[in-house]
């Protein structure tokens, strides 16, 4: 399974999965490098539990690999590659939500000696994710178990536009919902934020853009 050659570096996501479709593997690969941690850390604050989030993980993409021949161009890959984890999270929550309900605020239980560590510790931090300064040393935990807080329709847009860089017209597809909703869920995200953060003894503020502002 490949093709000769080699992938250019401005190759679009649509570009590479028509070419995994066609047989490529290489193109499969550079998809998984570029979408990981950003998808890892959608569906972790969505489950709220990090084994979970990594079997999440695991099954969209073989989700995407089994449903490869259907995919079609007619909107962006990001879109389809989220709309697959966020259905795949929603099913998993569901199964779950028998036994207890999870928070991003407990230790979570983690594999590898991991136990009892905070969820947002376990964060992947690729460096290359468009955070734009939600990340600040200081405040990311205490962003943390605020985001922990929100309602779960507001948490998801949050964390699609924030730390997915996900444009509100495709949150809205992935989301199933109306581009207005989606900002007004953003919005509310937002004000709770704000509320939680200064709960928390945080002197700061964040912009409507979701940019953090310490003081």
């Not at 190759?11 to 479709?21: G, H, I, K, V």
């Not at 389809?80 to 569901?94: E, F, G, K, P, Q």
């Not at 947002?120 to 290359?128: K, Q, R």
Request: aromatic share 6%.
């Amino acid at each position: 399974m490949g093709t000769g050659g080699s992938l250019a570096p401005e190759t679009s996501d649509e570009q590479l999965m028509l070419a995994f479709q066609a047989g490529d593997a290489r193109a499969f690969e550079a998809l998984v490098r570029k979408h990981r941690a950003p998808v890892f850390n959608f569906i972790l604050r969505f489950v709220g539990q990090r084994a979970r989030a990594e079997d999440v993980l695991q099954e969209t993409w073989l989700k995407v690999v089994r449903s490869a021949r259907e995919y079609a161009p007619k909107a962006r890959f990001t879109t389809w590659l989220y709309t697959i984890a966020r259905n795949l999270c929603v099913d998993s929550t569901r199964k779950e939500s028998y036994r207890q309900a999870t928070s991003l605020e407990a230790p979570a239980a983690g594999t590898d000696g991991d136990e009892g560590r905070p969820l947002g510790e376990g964060l992947p931090d690729s460096g290359a994710s468009p955070e734009r300064g939600a990340h600040n040393a200081r405040l990311r935990p205490l962003l943390e178990r605020a985001l922990a807080g929100l309602p779960e329709e507001q948490r998801e847009v949050f964390v699609l536009r924030e730390y997915s860089g996900i444009p509100f017209k495709e949150i809205a597809e992935v989301t199933g919902v109306s581009e207005n909703t989606v900002k007004s869920r953003m919005r509310y995200a937002l004000e709770g934020l704000r509320r939680r953060l200064g709960e928390l003894g945080v002197d700061g503020d964040l912009s409507e853009d979701g940019r953090t502002v310490a003081g």
